[in-house]
């Protein structure tokens, strides 16, 4: 029998050297995955990654080094794009919530440009500019589009939303921009949503967003420098979903594309990608503690659960739906039972995959949810019950790299403060 290898590792070695749980990445697939999608879209769609996603450093940095920019939304994304080796000039800013500190930042780095979700945002950003003695600065508006999308698990437009300005504001604020004194507006952001599946979908809200900029750029009187088309390119996680027909995707884009790039040869645009560029390089690897009955249902009771993989409770599904699940300690034996397999948390939604088929599991053994590599920690109740975030591996060149290390209860403890109650009275 064999178990599983990554870049020719035995899991049961991997899982031995760093402990378990873990995530295990393999920079294989995030190579295949980034140099498939590049190959494919147009190219003169720049490819953006959006550590929201995975905002592991060396993940980050994997990609940087394949031709992705940075995408991010805190200054410690900030921090960990730029020393992964993004340059700064393919870096972007977006949240909505972003202060001054958070501006600041951006203005030190030096980034492409800061996507500003409201006009005050992009009045306060020239007001520090103007204290900092009026340096240039690149600012890109994010507009809440009129139009709605449809195939998103997560729709974005045509709704009131926190993100980014309502697209009839935009449309009448040509004196606002003007106002602003140190900051230019160099372009147009939108995002649809996230979970696209359906390569119709994708071209048509790409199309109707570089629409929508083309308009809102004259009536607003700004170059078009950059129209970054959002992006939530889906992966395939359950029985009843499809990959993206990534070659219909790429042909069908070059239709809406090359005719916006023929009308504006200067003007950068840029897809903002998560998912898609790295949840099917990584699983959440757990190690089987106990294999129980009760009422006739079989549960493997594991060393990690929902605390590192809340996206695999099923996501906006009231179902729940099984992500990818394998036995990694022995893959090649017949699936015979089904078993639930849940964590080690005190709450009865700890399930990380529901009645699936696997082959006979015993305790010791390895279980691997794949398709895990975004939306792991950086989306998951990590201290929950205390247990804090698991290790991360990179598997790169057959070599395994930890990547980050596990919370310890040293690691856990360390930023409470113990009130002494028996010396104070
Ligand atoms: C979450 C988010 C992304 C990344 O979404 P994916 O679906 O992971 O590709 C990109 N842009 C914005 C504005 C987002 O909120």
Do not use: W
Not at 52 to 73: D, R
Not at 188 to 206: P, Q, S
Not at 230 to 245: K, R, T
């Amino acid at each position: 029998m064999h178990e599983t290898r990554v870049q020719g590792n035995s899991i049961s070695e991997i899982a031995d050297e760093f402990g378990t749980p873990l995530f295990v990445y393999d920079t294989d697939i995030l190579r295949e995955t980034y140099q498939d999608l590049r190959d494919r879209l147009p190219k003169q769609l720049d490819i953006f990654f959006s550590l929201k996603a995975n905002p592991n450093i060396s993940v980050c940095a994997f990609l940087g080094a394949l031709g992705a920019g940075a995408e991010v939304s805190s200054q410690a994304e900030l921090v960990t794009a730029l020393r992964a080796g993004v340059r700064p000039e393919n870096v972007i800013f977006l949240g909505p919530g972003k202060d001054s500190d958070d501006l600041n930042a951006c203005l030190d780095a030096g980034i492409h440009a800061v996507v500003c979700e409201s006009l005050d945002e992009l009045r306060l950003l020239d007001e520090l500019v103007t204290r900092r003695g009026g340096s240039d600065c690149r600012a890109v508006m994010r507009v809440n589009p009129s139009f709605s999308t449809k195939g998103s698990g997560l729709a974005m437009g045509g709704k009131p939303r926190q993100f980014g300005v309502d697209e009839d504001v935009v449309a009448e604020s040509k004196r606002f921009v003007a106002d602003l004194r140190h900051i230019r507006v160099i372009g147009i952001h939108a995002y649809m949503g996230t979970r696209f599946l359906y390569h119709d979908d994708v071209v048509h809200n790409t199309g109707r967003i570089l629409d929508t900029a083309e308009r809102l750029a004259d009536q607003l009187g700004i170059p078009l420098e950059i129209v970054d088309v959002g992006g939530g390119l889906g992966v395939a996680y359950f029985d009843n979903e499809d990959e993206l027909d990534l070659d219909a995707l790429g042909a069908r884009l070059r239709e809406v594309i090359l005719p916006f790039a023929e009308r504006h040869p200067r003007c950068r645009l840029v897809t903002e990608l998560g998912r898609y560029l790295t949840a099917a390089a990584g699983t959440y690897v757990v190690r089987a503690r106990y294999v129980k009955e009760s009422m006739g249902e079989s549960f493997v009771v594991a060393d990690g659960g929902t605390n590192h993989h809340m996206a695999a409770v099923g996501i906006g599904s009231f179902v729940k739906r099984n992500f990818p699940i394998h036995h990694l300690t022995r893959p090649d034996e017949p699936p015979l039972q089904r078993y639930s397999v849940t964590g080690p948390l005190c709450t009865p939604n700890d399930i990380v995959a529901k009645k699936v088929a696997l082959p006979r599991v015993e305790p010791g053994d390895l279980i691997g949810v794949q398709r895990s590599g975004a939306y792991g920690p950086t989306a998951s109740p990590g201290l929950f019950l205390s247990q804090g975030f698991p290790a991360e591996v990179l598997v790169h060149r057959g070599r395994a790299l930890l990547v980050r290390e596990r919370d310890t209860t040293q690691d856990l403890l360390a930023k409470q403060h113990l009130v002494d109650f028996v010396g104070a009275s």
